[in-house]
């Protein structure tokens, strides 16, 4: 279950791209680390650049920081080359991944077991309204992962509004099916146990519009959901301000992630190249 929770942060936000230059805001918390910051997204043909600025919050996690609340990152992705570098502009290091290599039977991103059900569901909500100065319709995206001895689940639940009156919608779309068919192989995919990921993916990736807000969560529940241990286990971590009980939703269970992202401009650019390649001075380092 572990190495899922891995493998679905690969896909927060779950983002459909474009040649045009996209401002964000957001804020994370997982487990017993929050954060909060901005998010510029540049996109240029087949690469794409996310600069974010971010902060710790919550007492647990200042306290774990010792003194450095904020933090910079780049990531570039290059679709042509296959790759992946996530840079840490401050220490001037980058580590590189190999989208294929994502695909790998023995690849840390995978579940931990096949024995497992997978639940999906796409709803459209039949809603539209005006959502950070774009007209948008609201869907709600729900993957339920049931374990083997049916007491181990996980809930992930992307509510999202989407907008096709955003710069360059156009571009948009085309791109987004580019991105969909690198992380996917189709009906003839090398790894079946990345086929409930593909799945989730590839159906999100059908809705007709760019996400100018989303709202995900993710919720689990075990064998010990009942009991006086769990119980006090979520007392803690509500002091800490980590993960959460679901009060809002008739989901029981923890809620070990909540993200929250919203889309402030999207603008057309001629972005210059350069943007998207590595600098001289920075260095590679292991995964």
Same mark, same amino acid.
């Given at each position: 279950?572990?190495?899922?929770?891995?493998?679905?942060l690969?896909?927060?936000?779950?983002s459909?791209?474009?040649?045009?230059e996209?401002?964000?805001?957001?804020?994370?918390?997982?487990?017993?680390?929050?954060?909060?910051?901005? #998010?510029?997204?540049?996109i240029?043909?087949?690469?794409?650049?996310?600069?974010?600025i971010?902060?710790?919050?919550?007492?647990?996690?200042?306290?774990?920081? #010792?003194?450095?609340?904020?933090n910079?990152?780049?990531?570039?992705?290059?679709?042509?080359?296959?790759?992946?570098?996530?840079?840490?502009?401050?220490?001037?290091v980058?580590?590189?991944?190999n989208?294929?290599?994502?695909?790998?039977p023995?690849s840390?991103?995978?579940?931990?077991s096949?024995?497992?059900?997978?639940?999906?569901?796409?709803?459209?909500m039949?809603?539209?309204?005006?959502?950070?100065?774009?007209?948008a319709?609201?869907?709600?995206?729900t993957? #339920?992962?049931?374990?083997?001895?049916?007491t181990?689940?996980?809930?992930?639940i992307?509510?999202?509004?989407?907008?096709?009156?955003?710069?360059?919608?156009?571009?948009i779309?085309?791109?987004?099916r580019l991105?969909?068919?690198?992380?996917?192989?189709?009906?003839?995919?090398?790894?079946?146990r990345l086929?409930?990921?593909?799945?989730?993916?590839?159906?999100?990736?059908?809705?007709?519009g760019?996400?100018?807000?989303?709202?995900?969560? %993710?919720?689990?529940?075990?064998?010990?959901?009942?009991?006086?241990?769990?119980?006090?286990?979520?007392? %803690?971590?509500?002091?800490?301000?980590?993960?959460?009980?679901?009060?809002n939703?008739?989901?029981?269970g923890? #809620?070990?992630l909540?993200?929250?992202?919203n889309?402030?401009?999207?603008?057309?650019?001629?972005?210059?190249?350069?943007?998207?390649?590595?600098?001289?001075?920075?260095?590679?380092?292991?995964?």
């Amino acid at each position: 279950m572990k190495n899922f929770i891995l493998a679905m942060l690969l896909l927060i936000p779950i983002s459909i791209f474009a040649d045009v230059e996209i401002h964000e805001t957001f804020n994370n918390n997982l487990g017993f680390i929050g954060t909060k910051g901005t #998010r510029t997204i540049y996109i240029k043909g087949n690469l794409e650049r996310v600069d974010e600025i971010s902060e710790m919050t919550g007492k647990f996690a200042m306290m774990m920081s #010792r003194g450095k609340t904020s933090n910079k990152s780049i990531r570039i992705t290059d679709l042509g080359k296959n790759v992946i570098y996530n840079i840490d502009p401050d220490k001037e290091v980058y580590s590189k991944i190999n989208i294929k290599d994502i695909e790998k039977p023995d690849s840390l991103y995978n579940v931990d077991s096949l024995k497992a059900n997978f639940e999906y569901e796409v709803k459209d909500m039949k809603e539209s309204k005006i959502v950070n100065g774009f007209s948008a319709k609201h869907y709600i995206a729900t993957m #339920r992962i049931i374990g083997e001895d049916k007491t181990d689940t996980l809930k992930i639940i992307d509510d999202m509004w989407v907008s096709k009156s955003i710069p360059e919608w156009n571009t948009i779309k085309n791109y987004s099916r580019l991105m969909a068919n690198n992380f996917s192989q189709g009906k003839n995919r090398k790894n079946e146990r990345l086929k409930y990921m593909n799945d989730f993916y590839e159906k999100i990736s059908k809705i007709d519009g760019y996400p100018v807000k989303t709202d995900i969560s %993710m919720y689990t529940s075990g064998s010990a959901e009942d009991g006086d241990d769990n119980s006090e286990k979520m007392q %803690m971590s509500d002091i800490l301000g980590g993960g959460e009980k679901d009060t809002n939703n008739s989901i029981n269970g923890f #809620r070990l992630l909540h993200s929250l992202t919203n889309v402030k401009s999207v603008e057309k650019k001629n972005l210059n190249d350069n943007l998207f390649k590595l600098k001289s001075e920075w260095k590679e380092i292991g995964n």
